[in-house]
């Protein structure tokens, strides 16, 4: 019989634990941080308007707002799922972006030169790659979502709580699975390391 393999033990082991200690993390920390956000981003629509902010500030996600967008204004396009496409604009004076409608015409023109402007606090789109994203902590760009679109686009869609993702019991319970398969794993190559090799007693 060979010998018990006691580092390698030590190292599945540490890491075993590691993986249940991020379960338990995202399940019992993460996850009601996270409710208690999307508690607060309920409630944001029904609170006072505020000045859009030239910072971004995730806790006025959804808030009422508004801004006076100065000429001159350049647009710009972005995806918009099955609404097609959304015009954006960006304020000369302020940087504020400003989602002005949708539309499913690629090439849409629009004639907007600015002025007073009310909606509601969204994300901009996000040009980052999706792995730079996932390791990056910096803010994402606000955006004001027009609550009422420019002549030529539809209506851009209420703001939805809905559509912020909550992902943290998944992951924790993703955390506990790759946890119980690697002890499993090791395990099953502990008993096979330990068993005696067929013949070898002849």
């Known amino acids: 019989m060979k010998r018990f393999p006691v580092v390698p033990t030590i190292i599945v082991a540490l890491a075993v634990c590691g993986m249940i200690s991020l379960g338990i993390w995202q399940i019992s920390i993460r996850l009601p941080e996270?409710?208690?956000?999307?508690?607060?981003?309920?409630?944001?629509?029904?609170?006072?308007?505020?000045?859009?902010?030239?910072?971004?500030?995730?806790?006025?996600?959804?808030r009422r707002t508004r801004t006076d967008c100065r000429p001159p204004v350049s647009v710009t396009r972005a995806g918009a799922g099955n609404a097609g496409f959304r015009l954006i604009a960006t304020c000369a004076n302020s940087g504020v972006k400003v989602q002005l409608g949708t539309t499913r015409d690629p090439g849409k023109q629009v004639d907007w030169s600015g002025g007073p402007v009310s909606g509601w606090i969204s994300h901009a789109p996000d040009a980052r790659p999706l792995v730079a994203g996932l390791f990056s902590h910096a803010p994402q760009t606000m955006l004001l979502v027009a609550d009422r679109p420019v002549a030529g686009l539809a209506a851009n869609t209420q703001p939805d709580i809905g559509l912020v993702p909550n992902n943290h019991l998944a992951y924790g319970v993703q955390w506990f699975l790759f946890a119980a398969v690697a002890a499993i794993i090791y395990a099953v190559a502990l008993h096979r390391r330990r068993a005696p090799v067929a013949g070898s007693q002849a």
Do not use: G, I, T
């Open 34 to 62: 996270k409710e208690a956000y999307l508690a607060q981003l309920a409630r944001n629509p029904d609170k006072p308007v505020v000045a859009f902010p030239l910072q971004p500030d995730d806790r006025l996600l959804f």
